[in-house]
T-cell receptor, first 111, second 112 residues
Framework: KNEVEQSPQNLTAQEGEFITINCSYSVGISALHWLQQHPGGGIVSLFMLSSGKKKHGRLIATINIQEKHSSLHITASHPRDSAVYIC?????????????FGKGTLLTVNP | NAGVTQTPKFQVLKTGQSMTLQCAQDMNHEYMSWYRQDPGMGLRLIHYSVGAGITDQGEVPNGYNVSRSTTEDFPLRLLSAAPSQTSVYFCASSVKNTGELFFGEGSRLTVL
């Protein structure tokens, strides 16, 4: 069974700080997703990656397949980045691919 | 494109009642899935479908039923609601089961 662990659970930062959220998983995967959920809001996909690194604006996601680890970085953090960040791994379970989600990291960015 | 549309957004049921959560997508995605989100736990897969006419169970399928008669629609049925089914439910779709995920806005269900 695939286990997905995120750290930290909670993170408080000052505006402008560099943020890192970590995600580790236990089995070989086909893809790793990073998602964002604002309080009381829906879930938005930020990245899907299977190797290397992706960048979108101030957000950067990296993955190390050998170490079964991924990181989400936010540069020059802003209060609007305050949200729950969720990683999810897609793995082959039985005859189909399934997703396992981490419990999320609650990020609060203070002005 | 509307993306993924979920209805209703809020629902209160009494124990034993049945209801259907609707999910529709207009992106011609093959893969659709239902999750529940509970405090302190990650999203958990209830049921999923890899195409019209094909469904399979996820991690927590008991008490829920699904069907996929068309590519666009993937309703989730609660057969006899229980307080343990109080949760926020999300529907998601993707081009294939390893593709980028698109989520509905969520449905908050309370079972009294």
């Amino acid at each position: 069974k695939n286990e997905v662990e995120q750290s930290p659970q909670n993170l408080t930062a000052q505006e402008g700080e560099f943020i890192t959220i970590n995600c580790s998983y236990s089995v070989g995967i086909s893809a790793l997703h990073w998602l964002q959920q604002h309080p009381g809001g829906g879930i938005v996909s930020l990245f899907m990656l299977s190797s290397g690194k992706k960048k979108h604006g101030r957000l950067i996601a990296t993955i190390n397949i050998q170490e079964k680890h991924s990181s989400l970085h936010i540069t020059a953090s802003h209060p609007r980045d305050s949200a729950v960040y969720i990683c999810a791994s897609s793995y082959l379970g039985g005859s189909n691919y399934k997703l396992t989600f981490g419990k999320g990291t609650l990020l609060t960015v203070n002005p | 494109n509307a993306g993924v549309t979920q209805t209703p957004k809020f629902q209160v049921l009494k124990t034993g009642q049945s209801m259907t959560l609707q999910c529709a997508q207009d992106m011609n995605h093959e893969y659709m899935s239902w999750y529940r989100q509970d405090p302190g736990m990650g999203l958990r897969l209830i049921h999923y479908s890899v195409g019209a006419g094909i469904t399979d169970q996820g991690e927590v399928p008991n008490g829920y039923n699904v069907s996929r008669s068309t590519t666009e629609d993937f309703p989730l049925r609660l057969l006899s609601a229980a307080p343990s089914q109080t949760s926020v439910y999300f529907c998601a779709s993707s081009v294939k089961n390893t593709g980028e995920l698109f989520f509905g806005e969520g449905s908050r269900l309370t079972v009294l």
